[in-house]
């Protein structure tokens, strides 16, 4: 659950989509620092240019299969 996630976490969100989860927790805490992945370049699009979108926030197209992961507290797999 979101609040199980600590408050200034670096979080990596695998398969993040639109980013509405990565959204989520980046409004639940600006101390954290979210990077979405992707591999659809379309959808990362959208994410980059939200309005919701705080400096703590990151979207990156990516395959999950061959990019290098970030050091992370906190990997999540939601639609991979």
């Known amino acids: 659950a979101a609040e199980d996630v600590g408050?200034?976490?670096r979080i990596t969100d695998i398969g993040c989509g639109y980013g509405p989860l990565c959204f989520m927790l980046s409004?639940?805490?600006?101390?954290?620092?979210i990077l979405g992945l992707d591999y659809d370049q379309?959808?990362?699009a959208v994410a980059m240019?939200?309005?919701a979108r705080g400096s703590g926030l990151q979207?990156?197209?990516a395959?999950?299969?061959t990019c290098e992961l970030?050091?992370?507290?906190?990997?999540?797999l939601s639609d991979v």
């Open 7 to 9: 408050a200034s976490a």
């Open 49 to 51: 240019h939200s309005f």
């Open 42 to 44: 379309d959808k990362i």
């Open 59 to 61: 979207f990156r197209h």
């Open 70 to 76: 970030p050091s992370s507290d906190v990997f999540v």
């Open 27 to 33: 409004m639940l805490s600006r101390e954290r620092e």
């Open 63 to 65: 395959d999950a299969l």
